[in-house]
């Protein structure tokens, strides 16, 4: 992420005196927004948001309440929402450099690379000495595929600041795309002598352009070594929550229960959601990028609006019980409409976040693991699309240990434990399909890279729609893809990721035994 929060109160006290504070006078402004700004740099945004709220409640005409909130929604990827307040702040007090950084960062994560573009010069003359902002400037030019550029914009950043460490390992991305891998290699080196410790994104990064030069041994030491960092640093698989959860969605998700459900009584208007479910790096951006080549579909990309509806169900429906179980609150006679009030929250989240124009009947939402919230999904849009993209899962596994990732309870920061999770999830759908109907097409990976023709009629057809040969160049579409495979989606289709894992073989061996009865289930061979 490249939004700052330097224009934030530094030196703050710590949490527990602000709260404190706040609990003595609720309504001290300066308190609420330091508070705010404090939980926000230290990565708890969640807990930051309530205080954010407050402070534009209190003081809806001060700069720094706006800003504060802008930054939260920026953290939680409602750039939308954030655009507003960035503007609020920058309307309310003289321009600054940083919101005006801000304010580019959340119109990339638009997709407006043109106003974003504006924006940038516009912080960059009232401030050119902010490495940060010629940073994130730089990943702009890179989701407008113009690489050159980019890799100038970066190189300045480094320039202005050396211990900018994410410009150098952004930096030896774009080489590493250019085809410079051993380049990109020594830019990292470089900046690993520059830097007491090791950084998990950068040897994320080495690791990645080492398996492109085919030093695979040496690659997953430094996937592995990233991973062990991040798990240092706290991000360990939550089995626990992650077992409950889909044990309890599977005690509750059976036949004669659902027989007893309502169902929406019409359909919303406006666009309707495809549910693109899988695995990270399973392939789901790839096939986000084709359908969104079609003048009916526009991207949503991985939209939070399923796990907004999931976190306030119980409220939703007064209902003293957690989600699933409060589901149960519409078998109550004054609760048959709960399912459209579901539905139609979501669809307000989601369009808040997806680019609909006229034309669009469709928008999709790729959020990773959409898959097992499927029996949710298939009460609130009985007639919804769900194409859950499969690939080879020693494959996923491999390509989820080279990315840093926090979907799936943070399971894939080990190889065990990503093994584990894609196993709990692969039984939960199989549990749906036998208890529920739903409007459901798997789509192999792989039959998508090898014949890409008959794959897309097969899709498009699914989705009740004509064939387009746009799909076929999904390369073409310039559209931006929020995810770590923003890169891949704008080549041409290759092969060379298929069956990647038997390079990997060794490594991957405490996976094998996890998940062989996902790896023979879905057809694949060991």
Known sequence: MTTTTDDLPSGAPDVAALERRLRAAPDDLAATQELAGLLLRIGRAAEAEPHARNAVRLAPEDARSHTVMALVLADTQRPQAAEFHYRRALALAPPDAATLANLAWSLTGQGRLEEARRTYRR???LHPSIALTWHGWAQTEDAARDLIAAQRLVDRARRLDPGH????TFAAALLARQGEGERALAVLDASAARHSGSDPDALLETGRILDRLGRHDEAFAAFAAGKALLRQAGRHYDEAAAVDLIARLATFFVAPRLRLMPRPAAPAAGPQPVFIAGAPRSGTTLVEQILSSHPAI???????ALGAVVRALPQTLGSPLGYPEALSELWMGDQRDGLERLRDAYLRHARKLVPAKPGHTLFTDKMP????????IALMFPSAPVVHVLRHPLDVVLSMMGTNLTHGFHCANDVET????VLLVFDLVEHYRREMPLRYLPLRYEDLVREPEPAVRRLLGFLGLGFDRRCLRFEENRRHARTPSHAQVAEKLYSRSIDHHRAYIAHLKPAIPILEPVILGLGYSL
């Open 165 to 168: 460490r994410s410009a150098d």
């Open 369 to 376: 693991f959409n898959e097992t919230h499927l029996g949710l």
């Open 298 to 304: 526009v991207a949503g990309d991985e939209l939070p």
């Open 418 to 421: 990503a093994a584990r999770h």
């Open 123 to 125: 912080a960059t003359a």
